[in-house]
């Protein structure tokens, strides 16, 4: 292991956006390792060309395709790949060049062919050193080979990981598409039906009928049953019309088919729909504009993670070793064996032809039958009710803290849900202030509608803290409306506005009832959870600013200091500063020092004078009181002369601001589910907790309220631990080559 590898990558079968960020990843990790690199273009069938198909990569020649959707190495079908022969000449190629490591970035296809070379590469060491086309020293030498896979699939497909590369990206294709098309839907009372991607896999479909509000969804998952689910459809879409819905969404999986086997086509829905309704009905079919356009900025920063993790493995693993598939749970990078995750998906596949859907569902996981459960509600038209002796609960739910994306899909989810166990919902305007002058109304089950993709808080939101009689007036509110439990969605103002509230229990009465805090802030600075609703489209609105400005400064060799928000946490500039790509990421939990801008400067002068056009650094909006983004651009205007320009940009409240990306819906429909059916089970057994919800380490947890002071900086508005900053080795080593090598 002390020895140098040699690491070749290659992309292969459908292209998935994400890919390029991929290869850069191990390409750059490779490099600082101080091991040899090689990309190998148009998959398979470059490595058994060879030649010029195989190229050894430099830190530089990754340079500029972080942002570009596709593989700029290429993807190509190779019959000569599926013949011993073409596979053995593929092993000479390999060994010709040194190389006893394979990072291959594809589906379950490519991966199990890349296992099957890794599996006769003995028999072809021994072929060719027989044949007299590699001596026995080589032989010895590369008697097996190291494999690891990372998966690019859009259609999310892969056991063994929660999300494959390319999958969000394609998601958020779909969800624009949709939101777009529900507007001129809505203009004319028009039913559209829309077809996505996934031929055995319902994800993309499943997901983006949560993430936009659908009327109806196919998946190949759950098939319905022939001659029933028209009129089921039908039935749904006439109450939808019935209860003011002006717009009709029907998606459908490519792969759905009913319980026969049959195919369910996107015209056969139309004629049904137009047949039996008597409306206008058209077709999109979304194609490969799904798989088209840059990556989001989860495919990018995630899949960097996923890349440098490879060559990690690598260093650390014996060639003979078995493959290793590098994967994602929640927020964490994970590896698991390779032909086990590609045999549970083979597997999941045969379930779904033998009619087990039962099975295939539990195999999907978790994450994906519990969505698919919280879909089944929200198509619903009106709720189903609760038991006649059941107690009918009285829930309150307000918004705290600044404006996020995701903030009214979470207050949506949760109304529907209360309303659905038989509840009364109360929505709170204007957060805190509302509770204190007693501004709220019932939420009926059509007063959320069209919530689930619009931006900004639609209840009303701000950070004003409590303080003098506020909760007197709060305690009155509550004993008046009979408020029996409390829902906040927010960030670290509305966490304080409820800590304050579970702090003066002994002397309220009326606080003696279940609260629970849904984390909801761009800034990602909440305890208790890896991720906050809204701080994914804030990430996305910074990586699409600064793509543009990107364009703009290599035309006219240019340095920016790009401004973000974030306050006193360093998430957004951080994983924003991987997904661009910045050369630099100015935190306030690291501070800046005038050595620091020196060496930068230093930095900044060499790369350009080498022949650079572009310099991007990415500065958090505290991370130093003194050394501003002004400040920092002055100076290396003035030191940089004549070789570069430099221009500041602080990108403000645009990051706020938006519609929620599909990443931060999902989250946002998933926790306010779980809480709101946490406060349901709470007030029914007469229990009071108070407690915020979040994501750690792959689980869902309630964390109890009275552990808020010892897990939070209060000074600074930050968590105590910051996951994020585990990844700054990486942010070092995407941005720079190692000591003493060129740009």
């Given at each position: ?192 039906v829309i077809k996505v991607m996934g031929r055995n896999c319902g ?152 009619g087990d859907y039962v099975k295939a569902m539990e195999l999907r ?375 003493g090598m060129e740009y």
């Open positions: 292991m002390s020895e140098k590898k040699s690491i070749a990558v290659l992309t292969s079968g459908g292209d998935a956006q994400g890919m390029n960020p991929a290869v850069r990843s191990v390409v750059r990790a490779a490099v600082h390792k101080g091991f040899d690199v090689y990309t190998i273009y148009e998959g398979y069938k470059g490595m058994i060309l060879g030649g010029d198909y195989i190229k050894k990569a430099g830190w530089s020649s990754v340079g500029g395709i972080l942002h570009k959707g596709g593989t700029s190495i290429g993807s190509a079908r190779s019959d000569a790949f599926r013949t011993v022969e073409g596979r053995q000449q593929a092993v000479e190629n390999l060994i010709s060049r040194g190389i006893d490591a394979l990072v291959v970035i594809g589906g379950d296809g490519s991966l199990t062919g890349a296992n099957l070379l890794r599996q006769e590469w003995p028999d072809h060491v021994d072929a060719l050193l027989s044949q007299g086309k590699i001596d026995k020293a080589r032989a010895e030498k590369y008697r097996s080979i190291f494999l690891t896979g990372l998966v690019g699939s859009i259609d999310n497909d892969m056991c063994g990981t929660d999300m494959t590369i390319g999958a969000d990206s394609a998601l958020f294709r779909i969800t624009e598409a949709v939101d777009a098309i529900i507007s001129t839907a809505a203009s004319h009372q028009r039913t559209f994800y993309l479909a499943l997901m983006a009928g949560l993430s936009c509000g659908a009327d109806w969804v196919l998946i190949p998952e759950d098939p319905p049953r022939p001659g029933e689910w028209e009129d089921h459809m039908c039935s749904l879409l006439r109450a939808g019309r019935a209860a003011g819905r002006r717009d009709s969404i029907v998606i459908v999986a490519e792969g759905a088919r009913d319980t026969e086997g049959n195919p369910i086509g996107s015209t056969y829905i139309k004629e049904v729909l137009e047949e039996r309704l008597g409306e206008d009905t058209r077709i999109t079919i979304l194609g490969h504009v799904q798989r088209g356009g840059a990556p989001s900025a989860y495919d990018r920063y995630m899949t960097t993670l996923l890349g440098c993790t490879a060559v990690e493995k690598i260093d650390s693993s014996l060639p003979s070793d078995e493959p290793l598939l590098i994967g994602v749970q929640e927020n964490d990078v994970i590896t698991a064996p390779l032909m086990q995750c590609v045999q549970d998906t083979h597997h999941i596949r045969e379930l779904i032809d033998a996981g978790g994450g994906f039958a519990e969505a698919y459960e919280t879909l089944k509600v929200m198509l619903r038209t009106l709720p189903s009710g609760a038991p006649r002796d059941q107690r009918r609960l009285r829930i309150a739910i307000l918004h705290g803290g600044g404006p996020a994306a995701g903030m009214n899909t979470a207050a949506l989810t949760a109304i529907r849900i209360g309303l659905d166990h038989g509840h009364t919902m109360l929505g709170v305007s204007d957060s805190f202030q509302g509770l204190i002058r007693g501004k709220m109304k019932e939420m009926d089950w059509m007063s959320v509608g069209g919530w689930v993709n619009i931006g900004g808080a639609e209840l009303g939101t701000n950070r004003k803290p409590l303080s003098g009689t506020d909760y007197y007036a709060i305690a009155r509110t509550i004993e008046e409306q009979k408020i029996d439990a409390l829902l906040m969605i927010g960030g670290w103002s509305g966490y304080q506005g409820i800590y304050d509230m579970y702090k003066r229990r002994s002397d309220f009465s009326a606080f003696n009832i279940p609260m629970v805090c849904l984390p909801a802030t761009i800034n990602n600075n909440l305890p208790g959870t890896e991720r906050s609703v809204g701080s994914d489209t804030a990430l996305n609105n910074i990586v699409q600013v600064v793509d543009k400005i990107k364009q703009s400064a290599v035309a006219s060799k240019r340095c920016f200091v790009v401004e973000v928000m974030g306050r006193h946490c360093g998430f957004l500039a951080l994983v924003s500063g991987i997904a661009t790509g910045a050369e630099r990421v100015y935190l306030h939990e690291e501070g800046v020092k005038l050595r620091d801008l020196q060496k930068d400067l230093e930095n900044l002068v060499e790369g350009f004078s080498e022949g650079k056009r572009l310099g991007l650094m990415i500065r958090n909006e505290r991370a130093n009181s003194l050394y501003t983004t002004g400040f920092m651009a002055a100076l290396f205007e003035e030191e940089g002369g004549d070789l570069f320009d430099v221009r500041q940009a602080i990108l403000g409240h645009l990051q706020q601001g938006g519609d929620p990306s599909p990443y931060d819906r999902i989250l946002a429909i998933r926790l306010a589910r779980l809480c709101t059916e946490y406060l349901i089970k709470e007030c029914l057994d007469n229990n009071k907790p108070a407690s915020f919800i979040g994501l750690q380490k792959g689980k869902v947890e309630f964390v109890d309220m009275a552990r808020w002071p010892e897990m939070v900086d209060n000074e600074f508005q930050r968590p105590q631990k910051q996951w994020w900053m585990n990844l700054r080795y990486i942010a070092k080593m995407m941005s720079a080559p190692p000591e």
